[in-house]
């Protein structure tokens, strides 16, 4: 079986076809002739085959290779260093450590003489880049687990009949006019814009995401101010006449009543429909209307050249219309509150 294979390795193959030759009675010059190898090579498998008869022994025997340099304790020594801050090292002016400034100390602190490519081999083996240093925010909210519960919640089992909408702004938007034309793509050539830009003005964006249908409100104003976002929410209360209204939104300090206690004066107009469900503070990832400003953020803005400060918002707007009418659709959100969820996927 082994002879006829065609996933098996193509030097057992070989082999096994060399020993099943073997056993015909060939001689050592036929089957080297018949299979394109060297004699010697049959001689040694054949030789090998007859000791010992079993197909485990047309594999390749363990090899020990070259005998190791560096030892375990020095290797020990290196990521003990690497986990170190830099200034616990006497670099004070360094935060964060290269691979040269880690061979050195090392050499200093412990004798230990390892070259900048075997201190990077080393490390890279461990998947640790001490160089490599990413953003992290900290949520100091006390009620972090509870809040964040409680809006997953929302998002998959909501109450009967209700809405639950994401609000938020998009603020500072601007309309950059590139001082000379962009270059589209070609096969082997990405898309280029010129670096240099003129600005042209800002724009705010204040719009809600519908979580069970996707579709999106928005409207684009000069400024974030609390009377466009109260006129923003009427809007949004015409749009959803009926029924219990859920607003996940963040701390943000026009969410807040304010000293006019706007949002309780807002819901005694509307027969106290509507909740406002705040995420926890530095947690804006939770509010799905996050998901949808990113692809506005790629999709119109990022690359954009406009002509004047009104293209801006006419550019918005036609995007949140297209979306509504050609892809409108729910996200799916799969994080249901539990941070063991997390913990479940790194250790798989």
């Known amino acids: 079986m082994l002879a006829r294979s ?5 030097r057992l193959v070989l082999r096994a076809k060399l020993v099943l030759l073997a056993a015909e009675g060939h001689s050592n010059q036929d089957i080297a002739r018949s299979l394109g190898c060297h004699v010697d090579t049959v001689r040694v498998w054949r030789g090998r085959f007859a000791r010992d ?8 025997r363990p090899r020990s290779g070259r005998p190791a340099r560096i030892s375990p304790a020095a290797r020990c020594e290196l990521i003990k260093l690497a986990c170190d801050k830099p200034a616990n090292h006497g670099l004070q002016t360094r935060t964060t450590w290269t691979y040269a400034t880690l061979a050195r100390r ?14 990077g081999r080393i490390l890279r083996n461990e998947d640790f880049r001490p160089h490599k240093m990413r953003l992290w925010l900290h949520s100091p909210d006390p009620d972090f687990c509870r809040k964040v519960q409680r809006i997953c919640d929302l998002y998959h089992h909501p109450p009967d009949g209700a ?6 702004e998009k603020t500072g938007m601007q309309a950059l006019g590139r001082r000379f034309p962009s270059k589209l ?10 670096f240099e830009y003129v600005r042209r003005g800002t724009s705010s964006l204040i719009a809600a995401f519908d979580v069970r249908t996707g579709r999106v409100l928005g409207e684009c104003k000069p400024q974030r101010r609390a009377e466009d976002l109260v006129g923003f929410m009427e809007a949004l209360a015409r749009n959803y ?6 607003i996940v939104w963040d701390n943000l300090n026009i969410h807040y009543d304010g000293s006019d206690n706007r949002w309780v004066r807002f819901n005694q107009r509307h027969g106290d429909r509507f909740h406002f469900v705040y995420t926890p503070i530095h947690a ?10 990113s692809l506005l953020q790629r999709r119109v803005l990022r690359c954009a050249d406009f002509p004047c400060a009104g293209a801006l918002p006419r550019a ?13 659709h729910p996200f799916n959100w799969t994080f249901r509150g539990h941070f063991v969820q997390t913990q479940r996927h790194h250790a798989a």
């Open 6 to 10: 065609g996933r098996a390795e193509a």
């Open 163 to 168: 809405h639950v909408l994401c609000v938020d």
């Open 316 to 328: 918005v707007m036609a995007f949140i219309r297209r979306w509504n009418r050609d892809e409108a």
């Open 106 to 119: 090392l050499l200093h602190e412990t004798g230990i003489g390892l070259s900048v490519s075997e201190v």
């Open 53 to 60: 008869g079993r197909v485990v022994t047309l594999e390749d």
């Open 241 to 246: 006449p009926t029924g219990q209204v859920y």
């Open 185 to 194: 793509p070609a096969p082997g050539r990405a898309g280029r814009f010129e």
């Open 284 to 293: 804006s990832w939770i509010n799905q209307i996050e998901i949808w400003f």
